[in-house]
Every structure is written in structure tokens, then in C-alpha cells.
């Protein structure tokens, strides 16, 4: 089984500044298979991210993913009110395995 | 407009069973792989389980194999999960998902039911 390691644990920014958010696999996620979820309280996980780089439907440009192999990155441009909530990562190359989650917080 | 709404969520004494369903509408159901993944309270996302469009193949994580059953009925656009032996582990919001292509991310999700398996 694939695990994913994200880090940090908690993220703590202001609105206005970048977010980068890490997810490491124990080992080679084939065919860039990585997708990134955003999950507010109470509500289902959204599609953020697809194929490590491609935007969901919707999707605003300041979300951007990047990445290969095991080290895959979520950058967030400018942080918006809306964006802090807490991020999956999630590999589909073989089965399916999620990160434990980065919570992104206000400061 | 894609809508997934699960149902079929409540307590349930260790051992016991549930059958969740996931009525899917806003698109052709029928060619849709689907999947079920449940967070348990505070948790993170834990795939469960997932089925082809046609019901003829199935996949389970190894913490339900043999005791949980993914099935669809084409007809009437919906998924269930069948959950026999329930454990205290099971407890978790399980979230139906659609599957973007053939076993691969999730593109829409349902708004999840809550299943606690307690005493």
C-alpha cells in the first residue's frame, strides 16, 4: 500500500499570503495519479487538483499542483477567507490511499 | 446538476448490520464507476470500496473485506453498502463518491451519512 505523508500537520497564514502544502508518497505514484481534496466543517471533500496539476472544474488559478513521482506539492497563491479548511491528498495509481490531512488555519 | 445523497446511516449495536444507499441524479449513472469512502469523527478520508459501472467488479480496503458488499441497481441510479459485523471502528460518516473515469479521483461527492456502531 501506497501511504502519503503530508506536512505540515497544521498551517497557520494570514489572507493574502502563499500556502504550500506537501504530500509524500512511499513510493513512485505512477502516472502522476495525485489528486488534492479541500474539506470545510461539516461539508464533503471538493476536487481541487487532478493528475498532480490539472484544475477541477471551477476551480479558482490561485489553486495550483505540482509535482512527480513521490514528493507532490498544493500551492496557493494568495489565500482567500474561503480557502482556509483542511487539504487531502490522495493517490489513485494503485487502489486508493489518502494523506492524513494538512489543516490550514488563520493566523 | 450531479447529486449524490446518501441515507440509510444510524446506531447500530456491535455486530449488527446497515445498508447505506446513494441516489445519484444530474447524470448517466449507469456509466459511472462509484465509490464509498467513510471519515471517521476527527479522522481523515478512508477509502472504502468501489464498483464499475456495471456492477461486475468490485474492490474492498482490506479493514472490510469479506464483511462489507458494494452494489448498484442501474434501474433505479443508485449504490448501496451492505455492513455486516459492524465494529466500533466502523463508526464514520461514509460519503459516496463518483469515480472521474475507471478507478481513478473523485469528481463529485455525496454529503455523507453518519453510521455509529455502538452499545
Known amino acids: 500500500e501506497i501511504v502519503l505523508t503530508q506536512s505540515p500537520g497544521t498551517l497557520s497564514l494570514s489572507p493574502g499570503e502563499r500556502a504550500t502544502l506537501s504530500c509524500r508518497a512511499s513510493?513512485?505514484?505512477?502516472?502522476?495519479?495525485l489528486a488534492w481534496y479541500q474539506q470545510k466543517p461539516g461539508q464533503a471533500p471538493r476536487l481541487l487538483i487532478y493528475g498532480a496539476s490539472s484544475r477541477a472544474t471551477g476551480i479558482p488559478d490561485r489553486f495550483s499542483g505540482s509535482g512527480s513521482g513521490t514528493d507532490f506539492t498544493l500551492t496557493i497563491s494568495r489565500l482567500e477567507p474561503e480557502d482556509f479548511a483542511v487539504y487531502y491528498c490522495q493517490q489513485y495509481g494503485s487502489s486508493h490511499t489518502f494523506g492524513q490531512g494538512t489543516k490550514l488555519e488563520i493566523k | 446538476e450531479v447529486q449524490l445523497v446518501e441515507s440509510g446511516g444510524g446506531l447500530v449495536q456491535p455486530g449488527g448490520s446497515l445498508r447505506l444507499s446513494c441516489a445519484a441524479s444530474?447524470?448517466?449513472?449507469?456509466?459511472?464507476?462509484m465509490h464509498w469512502v467513510r471519515q471517521a469523527p476527527g479522522k481523515g478520508l478512508v477509502w472504502v470500496s468501489r464498483?464499475?459501472?456495471?456492477?461486475?467488479?468490485?474492490s474492498y480496503a482490506d479493514s472490510v473485506k469479506g464483511r462489507f458488499t458494494i452494489s448498484r441497481d442501474n434501474a433505479k441510479n443508485t449504490l448501496y453498502l451492505q455492513m455486516n459485523s459492524l465494529r466500533a471502528e466502523d463508526t464514520a460518516v461514509y460519503y459516496c463518491a463518483r469515480d472521474d473515469w475507471n478507478d481513478l479521483f473523485f469528481d463529485y461527492w455525496g454529503q455523507g451519512t453518519l453510521v455509529t456502531v455502538s452499545s
Open positions: 444530474g447524470f448517466t449513472f449507469s456509466s459511472y464507476w
Open positions: 464498483i464499475n459501472s456495471d456492477g461486475s467488479s468490485t
Open positions: 513510493q513512485s505514484v505512477s502516472s502522476s495519479y
